[in-house]
């Protein structure tokens, strides 16, 4: 395997008009959940297409909370996506919470959390 090559288990598409023509896409790590990407086609930026996919991610993650699953949800998200994300209810994780992996990527990177 490359370095850098990622694996998801899920790809879920936002769709649109009778034709279903895709406008949107999350791509989840292996637990099904977990935001590894999020895109929007540019025509159909600023209509929910995003915030509705981010909103059902985040209730499959509610749903596993009650099943004993983590009490926050977290996305590294890209510097320039972080007035999205805080729009979305997310904060921004302090460094001195972080891991040491995610200090390094901080150049390019914020890891945000959402409580469940």
């Known amino acids: 395997m490359r370095k850098g090559f990622h694996c998801c288990s899920r790809l879920?598409?936002?769709v649109t008009g009778a034709r279903n023509i895709p406008v949107g896409f999350v791509v989840l790590k292996d637990d099904g959940v977990t935001i590894d990407a999020l895109g929007v086609w540019t025509r159909a930026r600023k209509l929910?297409?995003?915030?509705?996919?981010?909103?059902?991610?985040?209730?499959?993650?509610?749903?596993?909370?009650?099943?004993?699953?983590?009490?926050?949800?977290?996305?590294?998200?890209?510097?320039?996506?972080?007035l999205f994300w805080r729009k979305?209810?997310?904060?921004?994780?302090?460094?001195?919470?972080?891991?040491a992996t995610e200090v390094r990527e901080l150049e390019f990177h914020r890891p945000v959390r959402k409580r469940l």
């Open 12 to 14: 879920l598409v936002a």
């Open 48 to 82: 929910g297409v995003a915030k509705a996919l981010v909103d059902h991610c985040v209730g499959k993650a509610r749903e596993k909370k009650v099943e004993g699953g983590e009490e926050y949800y977290d996305v590294n998200s890209l510097i320039s996506a972080l």
């Open 88 to 99: 979305m209810g997310f904060e921004v994780v302090k460094v001195k919470e972080m891991n």
